[in-house]
């Protein structure tokens, strides 16, 4: 579906991997990073086969948002379960651009904002919801508690 990715070396045992449609992402120590959401999936006890993250734009992933979800407006965040059984394999897509928007709306740094985004993610694909407003709370303290631990 997407061309022009800029795939980054990674090493061949990271079960997740990060690829930039069209945007930069400034990731510090990616491969931590993908070590601990790995290590997120062991935590909350699924088994994770393979996990993308698609950097995007606003524009990319409002685009993904009216195809495949029927949702005219704009999102930080997109998470598709690609699973068949209870092994994890799922793509994950974020918009940069919402996520520095978001960032400074909450008065938060970037590097925060899109460390939560990207646990967000991951914790979806471990059945954590966010449609109510106890999903919600459930999901904003397992967000922290990862930003936490990551901060280690």
């Known amino acids: 579906m997407f061309t022009n990715f800029e795939i980054m070396p990674s090493s061949s045992k990271s079960k997740v991997c990060f690829f930039f449609d069209g945007i930069k992402a400034p990731i510090n120590n990616r491969t931590r990073l993908k ?20 950097f995007c734009t606003d524009k990319k992933l409002l685009e993904i ?21 209870s092994a994890i394999i799922g793509e994950i897509y974020i918009s940069v651009e919402r996520i520095k928007h978001n960032s400074r709306i909450l ?4 590097s925060k904002e899109l460390l939560r985004v990207i646990f967000h993610g991951a914790l979806h694909l471990c059945n954590y919801k966010d449609k109510t407003t106890s999903q ?5 303290a397992k967000e922290t508690f990862y ?6």
């Open 35 to 54: 070590k601990f959401i790995e290590d997120i999936f062991r935590a909350e006890k699924r088994k994770l086969i393979g996990l993308n993250y698609i």
């Open 65 to 85: 948002n009216r195809q495949f979800l029927k949702h005219d407006y704009y999102t930080d965040i997109i998470t598709f379960d690609l699973s068949e059984n």
């Open 107 to 110: 008065n938060e740094y970037f």
């Open 136 to 140: 919600i709370k459930i999901m904003r």
């Open 147 to 152: 930003l936490e631990k990551y901060k280690k």
